[in-house]
């Protein structure tokens, strides 16, 4: 089933990166791949969202549609199942730090940090070791969680003086600023102190033999110092976020109590979404090795040959789909046709089918905490990641949603982009649905 696509007139560019007047927390850290903030603005307007509703996003990542809503006003809720990316959206909905307090104590935390490195002949303004103590001793993380960073990710000398900054943080914690310290850290890591870049996928950009790490980390709390002085923290709409499997969302919420639903599910594709987060996940402890990385992992939507297991069970809620079912023996066929056989190729097929099982299992579990009448937009893309075969990821989740008894409303155009593999111009759509009630 094909659906009409309302076309709206935009310009592709800078579509999706944060404006400069949204900066404030929503910079505090951010998931590369986050859709931005005047997105939630325009349906929030369109939806005509009031004081007395509750918007939900049930893959809130790290917070954006959570905190516009905070920032209007407006009762919100976040799932999210990624430790990390909860935990961020978690500390941008708390704005009750003194801003002051918070400053004065990082400072505290950077003058002995600084002391501590100083005493191993380090200096952390320095881009290099200044070569005082030759015989030192560079603290590591351990070697069960070393294996899950992507090679090169943080090079030794930076690492040692996180780690170094990370024990002071903790001697000296402060609960009320102890979160958010920890966020700037997250940021920092990210930004100035590893070696990752972040393109259609994270990678390792230049090696930095050396990066200054407690001056960075300063930085980002300042940064938060500075929003918090200019935000209106005394306003008191509900605004929380769950640690939780967005698949069993109904779960979780009182029924009938969600007005509108924004969020931006994962797509199919070949992204590891685990991987974006990898290191900050690691330093600051939310990972620790390959059996929790599989907790999280089985959590998850499956939208990734690497996120597949063998008692994967989300398939059956579109066993009786027709569409995606010729879909993944498309691409079955296509498979066999070029003679692909490593063990990721021959779960393309499989992990179609679950993606759209987990988001079947998840619109299921959903409608019971619906309001008659909510409407929901889901920023979704069209995907070739699987040997070119095209998955129009709107159109298919438009069907799913009909067939459990939502109304189709619109598949707006938000924007475009060339596919990794093809160049060929991909859509980014809202999916707009609307539930009548059971």
């Known amino acids: 089933m094909t659906y009409a696509i309302a076309r709206r ?16 927390v929503h910079s505090w850290y951010r998931f590369v791949l986050s859709f931005p903030p005047h997105l939630v603005r325009e349906y929030l307007e369109r939806f005509e969202v009031r004081a007395n509703d509750v918007v939900l996003d049930p893959f809130c990542g790290t917070g954006t549609t959570l905190v516009e809503c905070k920032k209007r006003g407006l009762s919100c809720v976040g799932v999210e199942a990624h430790p990390m990316a909860y935990f961020a959206s978690r500390v941008k909905l708390d704005w ?7 400053l004065g104590h990082a400072r505290q935390i950077a003058e002995e940090s600084s002391a501590a490195l100083s005493e191993a002949g380090i200096e952390d303004i320095s881009l290099f070791y200044n070569g005082q103590k030759e015989d030192r001793t560079l603290r590591t993380l351990l070697a069960e969680s070393e294996k899950l960073l992507l090679a090169g990710s943080m090079s030794p000398l930076p690492l040692h003086k996180t780690l170094v900054l990370l024990d002071v943080l903790e001697r000296r914690k402060d609960e009320r600023f102890y979160d958010h310290e920890r966020l700037a850290l997250a940021k920092a890591l990210n930004t100035s102190i590893g070696n990752l870049r972040f393109g259609p996928e ?19 709390v300042r940064a938060i ?17 769950y640690d939780a499997d967005a698949r069993e969302v109904g779960q979780l919420l009182q029924p009938e109590s969600v007005s509108a639903v924004i969020t931006s599910p994962p797509y199919p594709n070949e992204k590891d979404y685990t991987r974006t987060m990898r290191l900050e996940s ?42 995606i079912q010729h879909l993944a023996r498309a691409i079955e066929a296509r498979r066999i046709e070029l003679g692909k056989t490593s063990g990721f190729e021959r779960h393309y097929a499989t992990v179609t089918r679950l993606y759209f099982g987990g988001m079947a299992r998840h619109l299921a579990s959903l409608r019971q905490a619906l309001r008659p009448g909510a409407r929901l937009a889901y920023v979704v893309g069209d995907q070739a990641s699987y040997l070119r075969i095209m998955i129009r990821t709107g159109n298919l989740l438009a069907s799913i949603a009909e ?26 759509e809202v999916l707009i649905l609307r539930w009548p009630g059971r």
């Open 9 to 24: 007139p935009r310009t592709n560019g800078d579509i999706n990166r944060l404006l400069p007047e949204d900066q404030a």
């Open 202 to 220: 994270v990678g390792v950009g230049i090696i930095k033999e050396d990066a200054p790490v407690i001056n960075p980390w300063l930085e980002e």
């Open 282 to 323: 690691i330093i600051l402890g939310f990972i620790r090795n390959r059996a929790e990385l599989q907790v999280l992992k089985r959590r998850l939507v499956r939208s990734n040959t690497r996120g597949v297991y063998r008692n994967d069970d989300d398939d059956s809620w579109v066993a009786g789909h027709s569409e």
């Open 96 to 102: 009750s730090p003194d801003p002051d307090h918070l």
């Open 225 to 241: 110092a500075n929003d918090l002085r200019n935000l209106n923290r005394h306003s008191s709409p509900t605004s929380v976020a």
């Open 403 to 428: 067939s459990l008894g939502y109304e189709i409303v619109d598949i707006d155009l938000f924007r475009t982009r060339l596919a990794t593999t093809t160049g060929e111009q991909l859509r980014e």
